[in-house]
């Protein structure tokens, strides 16, 4: 009778012990946060919108943690750099989906970037949210979104700019050779010519290169009355320092696609007086967005990226809880459902989504770089 | 624009240039091997300087002379460590060799300076117009920097012992020993002059442009393609070629072809026909092809029987 009732105890607190050892473990479980990825140009060409993009995610982080997560979870980002490479960033995503397995991943931006990661991460049924802007991305794939308006809408809206604003007839094209930039000029080439302009001079520059006078030299061999098309991170800086230095100018100005992307890592005095276009950040909500990044870091956000990388972020959050899931498939029908009615703080608030998963809707804004930073352009 | 200002233009390129090719080139002639490492000494020159010059506030020229010192005996250093094990292995071995003390050099520029864009505390400069040609005054101390380099390059290896012994291990390394020189020390002080020139190149392109990691990366083919069309081994080559390739590249992009093939338009009527921006590369390197077809050891190489 002893022998049982000693048998009996130990069976007693064993279970006692394997069932703590459960509840525990659930407990842990549930405590464990719900991880996706990002893979965001720390380093390289992009570095300072790359850096607007950190701050933006980390902002949209901490709001969507203190209003109590996903699923009851926190969420988490495991960031990656791209280096503004399609090599690293390919290898950054590998390691993302291979390793830390995430559902979705966000970013990419450019779309020599975006184009080879979105097809892995399409080809692994791994949601990706990229804020790129090439037409070619409507191919990647079902798992495949874009949050921000495709290259044929920014470069008509370019063109229209300085026709409307110069009533330019004569045009200069200057774009960098990559995926992004070839789509900004064959669409700038289309408006001009639709709108019966001359093109006089038409430029392709490679990246991270430290001359680019034969390149300047060709813009403005022709005497172009406006120069259209995009410049990009540090090499815009050696590009505007060294039209700078030639004394080149166009004779009614500069008009670039994503004008924040050239005049972020410029120096003042090179880009005074340049225009373009950037996604448009007026309304409650993205004046809110300003205001937080302001007081978080101290200074107003360089360039529209952060504004980008928030709305990805919302949107993957709200999208899970939707789904209820943290599964990439029941995230990516999700998607489509929760983007209508949610009112992001980028391109002008709407993030609907076409059919292919790219951007319904794009209002840009038009800017003028003045004293250094970049102002509402008034006429 | 005024052809003037493309053959400055032209000049600034060659004199940034040209600097690294001559240091290259010098270091082949005696160590008979292409050093890809090279253009990374480059790098490392610009970024010492930066840290003198930013981080502790020296002036530029004394932050610049000092980085070259110290380029100069981290290249004796790593010819000690490296390269001394190596003497005799066939080029490409020390070719490889190379090419992987260049990735371990620009990953550790990397990883002491960070992957972001550095500039010199030189402040924009503004151009004055001399002839009609805009030009700042950093570009024109870039331009004279370089000229008194070569001098001095021309002086050390045609007037002093120094040359005379570097030329002699060129010609034949034993000949020269048993003669008395020590060609241990002629190497040393080759990989110290071929270094320093390379991290004086960086800084001028500091100067010019930017500072990045991969600064001394994205000038190695231009400058094997320099070293290559001047004659692997003459300093008076890599000069040439410096000038010819900053010219190529800045007249070939500018020049209507269409004017040339129809004789400005006389037989016939074809103007705006432009090389690709895209293909600027190309330029220099269907010149380098041109000119080994036709002088297979370069323009001022010696000819081979």
């Known amino acids: 009778m002893k022998q049982t009732n000693f048998f009996g105890l130990v069976l007693f607190f064993a279970s006692l012990v394997i069932i703590s050892l459960f509840v525990a473990s659930g407990a842990i479980q549930a405590k464990e946060p719900v991880k996706i990825g990002a893979i965001i140009p720390i380093t390289g060409t992009s570095e300072v919108e790359g850096q607007d993009m950190s701050r933006g995610l980390q902002i949209a982080l901490d709001e969507i943690n203190t209003a109590g997560g996903v699923l009851g979870r926190s969420l988490e980002v495991i960031v990656e750099d791209t280096e503004t490479r399609p090599k690293s960033g390919l290898d950054a995503v590998h390691k993302l989906i291979d390793i830390n397995k995430v559902p979705v991943i966000l970013g990419g931006y450019f779309s020599s970037v975006s184009l080879p990661t979105g097809n892995y991460s399409n080809s692994q049924g791994v ?253 | 624009m005024l052809f003037q200002q493309i053959v400055i233009n032209a000049l600034i390129r060659a004199s940034e240039l040209g600097l690294l090719a001559i240091g290259l080139t010098v270091t082949y002639d005696i160590l008979k091997f292409a050093n890809f490492a090279h253009v990374e000494f480059a790098c490392i020159g610009a970024f010492l300087a930066y840290t003198m010059n930013v981080t502790l506030g020296m002036n530029i020229i004394l932050a610049g002379l000092v980085a070259i010192l110290v380029v100069g005996v981290l290249s004796i250093f790593i010819d000690r460590l490296v390269f001394i094990r190596l003497r005799g292995a066939s080029s490409i071995a020390l070719m490889v060799t190379s090419l992987g003390l260049g990735i371990a050099l620009r990953n550790g520029v990397r990883a002491i300076w960070g992957a972001r864009i550095k500039g010199y505390a030189i402040g924009l400069q503004n151009p004055v117009e001399l002839i009609g040609v805009r030009i700042t005054p950093v570009q024109i101390f870039i331009i004279l920097t370089s000229v008194i380099s070569m001098v001095i390059i021309h002086l050390i290896l045609k007037r002093t012992k120094l040359g005379k012994a570097m030329r002699a291990t060129s010609a034949n390394p034993a000949l020269a020993q048993a003669c008395g020189i020590h060609t241990e020390r002629i190497v040393r002080w080759v990989w110290f002059m071929g270094a320093s020139l390379a991290a004086l190149g960086g800084i001028m392109i500091g100067l010019d442009t930017h500072l990045t990691p991969r600064m001394g990366f994205s000038v190695m083919i231009p400058v094997f393609a320099i070293s290559i069309l001047g004659g692997l081994g003459n300093p008076y080559g890599a000069m040439v070629g410096a000038l010819i390739l900053g010219l190529t590249e800045n007249i070939g992009l500018y020049t209507d072809l269409g004017k040339i093939l129809t004789l400005n338009g006389l037989i016939g009527n074809l103007t ?34």
């Open chain 1, 127 to 379: 949601v990706q949210l990229t804020w790129s802007t090439s037409p070619a991305l409507r191919k990647v794939g079902p798992f495949f979104f874009g949050i921000c308006g495709t290259d044929e809408l920014m470069a008509a809206n370019t063109v229209k700019f300085a026709i409307e604003d110069a009533r330019a007839k004569r045009f200069g094209i200057i774009v960098d050779n990559s995926a992004y930039g070839l789509g900004v000029l064959e669409f700038s080439k289309r408006e001009i010519k639709k709108a019966g302009g001359e093109i006089v001079a038409e430029v392709k520059y490679e990246r991270e290169k430290a001359d680019y006078r034969p390149e300047l030299q060709r813009v403005f061999a022709q005497k172009p009355e406006v120069v259209v098309g995009t410049l990009i991170g540090k090499d815009a800086r050696t590009i505007f320092k060294q039209a700078y230095e030639l004394g080149l100018k166009p004779q009614s100005g500069w008009y670039l696609s994503w004008i924040s992307l050239a005049t972020a890592p410029s120096i003042p005095e090179t880009v005074e007086g340049v225009k373009g276009l950037i996604g448009r950040l007026k309304g409650k909500a993205a004046n809110r967005f300003n205001e937080m990044y302001q007081e978080k870091y101290g200074a107003p956000p360089q360039t529209v990226w952060g504004h980008y990388i928030y709305d990805a972020v919302w949107l993957t959050a709200l999208a899970i809880n939707f789904a209820n899931s943290p599964e990439p498939k029941a995230i990516k029908d999700a998607l489509f459902k929760v983007a209508p009615v949610y009112r992001g703080v980028s391109g002008g608030g709407d993030k609907t989504f076409n059919a292919d998963g790219m951007q319904k809707y794009e209002v840009y804004q038009r800017m003028v770089c003045k004293n250094g930073k970049l102002v509402i352009y008034q006429k």
């Open chain 2, 272 to 305: 705006g026909l432009y090389i690709p921006t895209g293909y600027k590369l190309a330029i220099s390197f269907i010149i380098m092809i041109v000119v080994l077809l036709w002088r297979p050891s370069g323009i001022m190489g010696k000819r081979e029987r």
